[in-house]
Every structure is written in C-alpha cells, then in structure tokens.
C-alpha cells in the first residue's frame, strides 16, 4: 500500500463503512476499521497508518481520547477525533492530547477532507524542521535512491496523495506507485508512515 492509509476507530459500523467510502472517494486507502480500544491498541502494535480518524466514545475500556494518550506514547501518527460529543468538558480533554484536528458530527466531505489535508500538513511541517537530504536518507538505504526516488520521498513527506504527486511531477499515478514502491524496497519498510518513522529515529539520532 503505497498511497496515503488512515484507520477508522469507530464503534458505529453504518457510521465507520460510510467514512471508508468517503475516504476511497476522497483518493485515500483504509488501513483498517477498529470498534474498540482494545482492537485499535492491538491493530496499531503491528500496524503503523499515516493518519488515524478516532471517535471519542467507542467500545473498550478505554475512550479515544486514551487511546490517543497511547498512540502518542509510541508512535507519532497525526491524530484526527470524530465526534457527535461537543461540550467544553470533553473539548479540554480532547486539547490537552494536542490532536491534529477535530471533527463534530455530522460532517461532509468537504469538512473531511479539509481536516485531513490541513492534519497531514501540520505533520509535514514538525517533519521539515528535520534536514532531509539523499545522502542522509541512503545512509538508511540498502541501496542508493535515484532523484526520482528521493523525490517521491520529499512529496511523501509534505503528505501527499499519489494523485497529487501524479498532478505535481506531471507524471502517471502507475509511475508515481512504481517509483514509492522501489523507494519503500530500498528503505526496508512497507509503507509510507514506516518511512517516515525511520526517517524520524535517523535524524533524532536515534539510528
């Protein structure tokens, strides 16, 4: 899966399948759709998407704004919190896990893709503080990437779409996957957020 994976934890299945169909509409791939705490917690030990859609009142022992407490703790996935729940209390709760956005329900697809875009953005941004250059990214690399490749990987980490990144460099989306798809093999991961992780812990100095 090359292009843009959100996770769905919503405990609603009408509500968690109409948001996989807008997203797939919008030109982004589901990771996945988790009712509770407990299957999103054990999902993301395993998995890493680009960004999560959370409901705040979901299934589990935990409501999703502890699960953001514990996403956070291990991974620095942008976080986005859907829900019907509106009031100051749950608001102050919900700031003070610092998402990347928050969504009331009910919502279009305007306001969907206008939260994902602006989460994906901010999250671009804390990346670019980082110096990214080809010759610090190969040090990662079992083998050198092309220009082209490092390229998609600029675009990757401004959160691009591959249909944006097919309009931008003018080139055909199949191109676009075929070039992410050699970078991805080169940088001995399998998937765009595991890309920028490792691209993270290289430039903390923590690899």
């Known amino acids: 899966m090359s292009n843009i994976s959100i996770l769905i934890i919503e405990d609603e299945g009408v509500v968690a399948h109409d948001i ?10 589901v990771a996945g759709i988790k009712s509770s705490s407990d299957q999103a917690l054990n999902f993301l030990a395993i998995h890493t998407p680009d960004l999560i859609l959370c409901d705040i009142m979901i299934d589990g022992d935990l409501d999703g704004i502890e699960v953001a407490e514990k996403v956070y703790e291990d991974k620095p996935i942008p976080l986005i919190f859907l829900t019907a ?22 919502f279009d697809n305007h306001d969907l893709l206008t939260a994902i875009e ?33 390229e ?56």
Not at 85 to 106: C, N
């Open 20 to 29: 996989a169909r807008r997203l797939k509409k919008l030109g982004y791939d």
């Open 85 to 106: 729940l509106s009031d100051r209390g749950t608001l102050d709760r919900a700031k003070k896990v610092l998402p990347y956005g928050y969504i009331v329900k009910p």
């Open 118 to 150: 602006l989460a994906l953005y901010k999250h671009s941004q804390e990346l670019e503080k980082y110096s990214i250059s080809i010759e610090r990214i190969n040090k990662i690399c079992h083998e050198d990437l092309t220009e082209r490749e490092f």
């Open 152 to 207: 998609m990987l600029e675009d990757i980490v401004k959160g691009l779409t591959n249909k944006q990144i097919s309009e931008t460099r003018f080139i055909s989306i199949s191109t676009v996957k075929y070039h992410i798809g050699k970078l991805l093999e080169k940088m001995e991961v399998s998937n765009r957020a595991d890309a920028l992780h490792k691209i993270i812990h290289l430039l903390s100095g923590q690899l």
